[in-house]
């Protein structure tokens, strides 16, 4: 399916993705893995989201589907009003480029460029980006602009990787163990970032982590095991990034 129109963002009052049966099936020769077994997930709008549980259990497989990377064998996926498991190709990745900011453990930075010229990359083809030195400045780094991937600490590595996710005004940030090269004191100073670019920028945050301390920052904690959704819980108090504990 191709849509005409332009993908459209979301309210600050709907949900932000939709999940209804959602299911994924590796096939290997004669093997299936089932990934995915049915997750029914409503992702509100504006929250930060932390996904909890063993390795296997689906956690960056429903992240991949959710950042239009991979798709369900079954099930529906809605964004706002578009749904995302009718689109075609071309409109999945223009979905991508429009609407999500990726963060991985590792920060795929290009080393000959500076951290500006990284996260320039990223606004040279966004539909509404931010300045560059803006982004960098939000995340603290407005006087590392003109340095070197080698002259950055890991930590600073990480805060430039946030910056080019954010810097194209995404609706949600997509974070696979964000913090998981770092230690705990540098990868607080990413876990504020992010959430501040929830508080300032009303972006969507959904972190993939192996460290449950970080779920004391969430609005809601997903735990996944097998596939399914475990147990959801709500937190109407998260905590300050500073506070957690590892």
Request: charged share 20%; aromatic share 4%; net charge negative.
């Amino acid at each position: 399916m191709h849509m005409d129109g332009p993908i459209t963002g979301i309210s600050p009052q709907a949900p932000a993705f939709v999940a209804t049966g959602l299911c994924k099936i590796y096939k290997t020769g004669e093997t299936e893995v089932h990934a995915l077994r049915g997750v029914d997930l409503s992702i509100p709008s504006g929250e930060i989201l932390v996904l909890l549980g063993p390795s296997g259990s689906g956690k960056s497989t429903l992240l991949n589907i959710i950042g239009g990377l991979d798709r369900p064998s079954s099930g529906s996926l809605l964004f706002g009003e578009t749904e995302l498991t009718q689109l075609d190709d071309a409109d999945l990745t223009r979905f991508r480029r429009a609407q999500v900011g990726f963060i991985f453990q590792f920060y795929n930075l290009l080393p000959s460029l500076t951290a500006e010229e990284n996260v320039r990359l990223v606004t040279d083809i966004a539909e509404h980006p931010m300045d560059p030195a803006k982004a960098l400045a939000l995340v603290g780094l407005a006087e590392r602009s003109d340095h070197y991937p080698a002259q950055l600490s890991g930590g600073e590595q990480q805060r430039v990787a946030v910056a080019r996710a954010i810097a194209k005004q995404p609706g949600v940030l997509l974070c696979d163990e964000p913090t998981g090269a770092l230690d705990s004191g540098t990868g607080i100073h990413v876990l504020k970032t992010l959430a501040q670019a929830n508080r300032e920028l009303g972006t969507t945050v959904v972190i993939i982590t192996h460290n449950a301390g970080i779920a004391a920052m969430a609005h809601r904690v997903i735990r996944f095991l097998d596939g399914r959704i475990a147990r959801i819980e709500v937190n109407d108090q998260p905590a300050d990034p500073s506070d957690i504990r590892w």
